[in-house]
């Protein structure tokens, strides 16, 4: 069974831009949730989608947005990039809403220049 | 509010040792806690969930509700433990978990 799956590995924006990242969730998981990953503020939690609905976000300000599709991929978007936006962006899928069964992707790493 | 603390950043053993990795949380409903282990140039990967009561690798971890408190504990530490140790508490409803700092564990040879 594949894993969850990110895209890209690597990404290299300038301020101000926007960036779109992937993930594609374990065949059969129906819930993805996002994390940002940095060196001073660890993991902290992004947003979590359950058939396409989002049901929980994090403490981020409106330019982070994420959706989920009908065959569970999501992607999130990060609008006008700030130098903080910098991180590892790491996509966790399962079977369902409970949090026993997380599974992590690699991460994309974004870095903002 | 839901929060987590891992004392040490940094925890350093050698190997046969004993190492107990610390997590205190913070949270007024009932806990649902995790140990989750990134090795070097691997992605972050579930250790041991505090519901199943299992041991995996040697590991155990026991949720102590008065001290508020799920230290990780291994009686040998072995060299291929090294890696980073993250404790997470759950939400009482969604995959949403609350992470700790993180403990950077080395075991020595």
């Known amino acids: 069974k594949a894993g969850v799956t990110q895209t890209p590995r690597y990404l290299i924006k300038t301020r101000g831009q926007q960036v779109t990242l992937s993930c594609s969730p374990i065949s059969g998981h129906r819930s993805v949730s996002w994390y940002q990953q940095t060196p001073g503020q660890g993991l902290q939690f992004l947003f979590e989608y359950f058939s396409e609905t989002q049901r929980n976000k994090g403490n981020f300000p409106g330019r982070f947005s994420g959706r989920q599709f009908s065959n569970s991929r999501s992607e999130m978007n990060v609008s006008t990039l700030e130098l903080g936006d910098s991180a590892l962006y790491l996509c966790?899928?399962?079977?369902?809403?409970?949090?026993?069964?997380?599974?992590f992707g690699s991460g994309t790493q974004l870095s903002v220049l | 509010a839901q929060r987590v603390t891992q004392p040490e950043k940094l925890l350093s053993v050698f190997k046969g040792a004993p190492v107990e990795l610390k997590c205190n949380y913070s949270?007024?409903?009932?806990?649902?806690l995790f140990w989750y282990v990134q090795y070097s140039r691997q992605r972050l990967q579930l250790l041991l969930r505090h519901i199943s009561r299992e041991s995996i690798k040697g590991f155990t971890a026991d949720l102590n509700k008065g001290e508020t408190s799920f230290h990780l504990k291994k009686p040998f530490a072995q060299e291929e433990d090294s890696a980073m140790y993250y404790c997470?508490?759950?939400?009482?409803?969604?995959?949403?978990?609350?992470f700790g700092e993180g403990t950077q564990l080395t075991v020595n040879p």
């Open positions: 966790a899928s399962s079977p369902d809403i409970r949090a026993e069964k997380l599974f």
């Open positions: 997470a508490l759950g939400a009482t409803s969604g995959s949403r978990l609350t």
């Open positions: 949270y007024s409903g009932s806990p649902e």
